[in-house]
């Protein structure tokens, strides 16, 4: 865990505009064409552009300002302020990314490493919380950052996963209530324990009430910072489908773990996959899907995929491997013949790329195509 600076400025005015009680967009409005110093002066005048009512100003008074400053100190928690130095690159340029954050830990973990944001219910399964700790293992051993809510059930099983890899990558939760709020004893060990490996986020100041639709306001936030975002358990109305929604608005791939049709804990990861989700059956899915995301951003890292661990990656028998979408493609065959329009499906690629792959799998001997059916050839 990196050691705290004395906050400047712009960090602690922008932990008393956070202390406001305004929505995040409201808050990010405070902060256009303004510093935090600036625009905590202009409000407390009445005379700041975003808040032509002045119902902020009776709330910009130095009581509020001392208070969570000291507060910020008292929990050992540090300030970022959108466009300042120290914000997560990683987060910067979404079009909603948060005003101000409060984190405990390390966010530079957050740099250059791809991340999956793994979540799901917290009225888990033995079989959910079971996919969700191998996940997070096994994306930690790859070098992943395993991004999750740190509630009960999939997140924390998640998280635990990642902690327990064996010096793999870093785990960063994210908050729907302050940093230090309290909780159960194991759930504050949770976060201790991601804050030594990693980070651990918040939009709430410490010492501040959070409201309950805080928590669907966060998801945001893990989808804006994810590469791929994985769906272990959800009912037919998770608030799991919360970080779905973010996740498609932001072009980020999809991926759903399939469940029992008889689990109302797997209603909604199914229907996911019915609509189009790709599905996870082990961590060489995901990794796939992060490869194939990162493609064009080389100032990530590509993960790294442990010599004889998952299954094998197509080759075209010289050796060489196939590339991340024939070898995506390659396990959405079977020995029963399937239409292309199923294995675009089961892969969840573009028709026009699963098309070219079939081919290419086709002339390497690892794919048979009749009629418009394909599978993969018998041995």
């Not at 991004?147 to 729907?176: E, I, K």
Request: charged share 20%; glycine share 12%.
């Amino acid at each position: 865990m990196t050691a705290l600076s004395p906050l400047t400025d712009d960090q602690r005015y922008g932990a008393a505009l956070a202390a406001l009680g305004a929505s995040p967009g409201t808050l990010r409005r405070f902060l256009d064409g303004y510093g935090a110093t600036a625009a905590w002066e202009a409000i407390a005048r009445g005379r700041h552009r975003a808040d032509p009512q002045r119902r902020y100003r009776d709330k910009a008074v130095p009581e509020t300002f001392d208070r969570v400053v000291a507060m910020c100190a008292r929990s050992g928690v540090s300030v970022m302020v959108l466009g300042r130095p120290g914000y997560p690159p990683a987060l910067a340029s979404d079009r909603q990314a948060p005003a101000v954050l409060f984190s405990t830990g390390d966010v530079s973990v957050l740099e250059g490493r791809p991340r999956v944001a793994v979540v799901g219910t917290r009225s888990a399964t033995p079989y959910g919380l079971g996919m969700a700790s191998e996940l997070g293992r096994d994306l930690a051993r790859a070098g992943v950052v395993v991004v999750s809510g740190v509630a009960l059930g999939v997140d924390s099983a998640a998280h635990a996963g990642a902690l327990g890899s064996g010096g793999g990558g870093p785990t960063v939760g994210v908050l729907g209530t302050p940093l230090d709020a309290s909780t159960t004893r194991a759930q504050m060990a949770l976060r201790d324990a991601i804050a030594a490996r990693g980070a651990v986020l918040s939009e709430i100041p410490p010492g501040v009430h959070s409201a309950r639709w805080w928590f669907a306001v966060r998801n945001r936030v893990m989808a804006a910072l994810a590469h791929v975002v994985v769906v272990v358990e959800c009912h037919q109305r998770g608030g799991s489908l919360h970080t779905v929604a973010a996740a498609l608005a932001r072009d980020v791939t999809i991926m759903a773990v399939p469940g029992s049709v008889r689990s109302s804990a797997s209603a909604g990861t199914n229907r996911l996959l019915v609509e189009g989700a790709a599905p996870v059956r082990d961590v060489d899915d995901v990794l796939t899907a992060v490869e194939l995301a990162i493609v064009a951003r080389p100032e990530v890292s590509p993960p790294q995929r442990t010599p004889g661990e998952g299954r094998s990656v197509a080759s075209d028998g010289t050796g060489r491997s196939l590339g991340a979408v024939p070898n995506r493609v390659r396990r959405a065959l079977d020995q029963d013949p399937a239409t292309l329009e199923v294995v675009v499906r089961r892969s969840g690629l573009p028709l026009g790329d699963v098309s070219l792959a079939l081919e290419h799998l086709a002339e390497a001997g690892l794919a048979v195509g009749e009629r418009g059916w394909w599978s993969r050839p018998r041995r």
